[in-house]
């Protein structure tokens, strides 16, 4: 079946303007991560969706970060008044909703942000 | 806090040689979940294994095992008979056990960069 699906794949933006990102994932998989991996570094966790609504956004750097789920499935990753230092892949992961400790994330190919 | 500590940011392996990758891990909390992924230069995260902390047996799957010692908080990452296809970025990884286990977000190390030489 279809896997995680991230657009665009690449996004090359300038300084100030803001962009959305998107993330498509697995078939009835209700919980959905968003991560960000600067190079040389594992992924950093930014916010967790079960569901319609956001369980935990802790890892979201700042105010300028903001992601909806409205219907439960895609997911927005949204950045506004973009920095340089906001340079780096985006990934996105979903689960199953499990009470098992071996709940695999899957993940997907990533969305590669350059601001310039 | 939990954190994951990988201390080989890179590693060099002879093509049909096993090679180990370590991973150290620091929590209170005594029911969590260690995961490995692969990321290979195209850029998408693979899964390869998971240990449960109350799992009796080291766990394998295929040519991965994992050296899992509870007490020295490590669990590192064996790969047996290496192919030119397992160079790649190794990611050590532990669910936050703040949401009760199974949900949580993973932690992730930064990885340890693997070279399989021929």
């Known amino acids: 079946g279809a896997g995680v699906s991230q657009t665009p794949s690449n996004k090359v933006t300038e300084k100030g303007k803001y962009v959305e990102l998107r993330c498509d994932p697995i078939?009835?998989?209700?919980?959905l991560y968003w991560y960000r991996q600067s190079l040389g570094q594992g992924p950093e966790f930014l916010i967790y969706?079960?569901?319609?609504?956001?369980?935990?956004d802790s890892g979201l750097p700042n105010d300028r970060f903001f992601a909806v789920r409205p219907e439960g499935s895609v997911s927005t990753l949204k950045i506004q008044r973009t920095e340089r230092g906001d340079s780096a892949v985006y990934l996105c992961?979903?689960?199953?909703?499990?009470?098992?400790?071996?709940?695999?994330?899957?993940f997907g190919p990533g969305t590669r942000l350059t601001v310039l | 806090a939990q954190k994951i500590t990988q201390t080989q940011p890179g590693m060099f392996v002879q093509e049909k040689e096993a090679v180990t990758l370590d991973c150290t891990y620091d929590?209170?909390?005594?029911?969590?979940?260690l995961f490995w992924y692969k990321q290979p230069s195209s850029g998408e995260m693979i899964f390869l294994i998971y240990?449960?902390?109350?799992?009796?047996q080291n766990a394998t799957e295929g040519r991965y095992s994992l050296n899992f010692q509870k007490a020295r908080k490590s669990a590192n990452l064996v790969i047996s008979a290496s192919q030119l296809g397992d160079s790649a970025m190794y990611f050590c990884?532990?669910?936050?056990?703040?949401?009760?286990?199974?949900?949580?977000?993973?932690?992730f190390g930064k990885g340890t960069k693997l070279s399989v030489k021929p």
């Open positions: 992961a979903s689960s199953l909703r499990s009470r098992l400790f071996d709940n695999e994330q899957f």
């Open positions: 969706f079960q569901g319609t609504g956001a369980a935990d």
């Open positions: 990884a532990m669910r936050d056990p703040n949401y009760g286990g199974s949900q949580g977000n993973l932690i």
């Open positions: 078939s009835g998989h209700t919980a």
């Open positions: 240990q449960g902390s109350y799992d009796q």
């Open positions: 929590t209170s909390d005594p029911s969590y979940g």
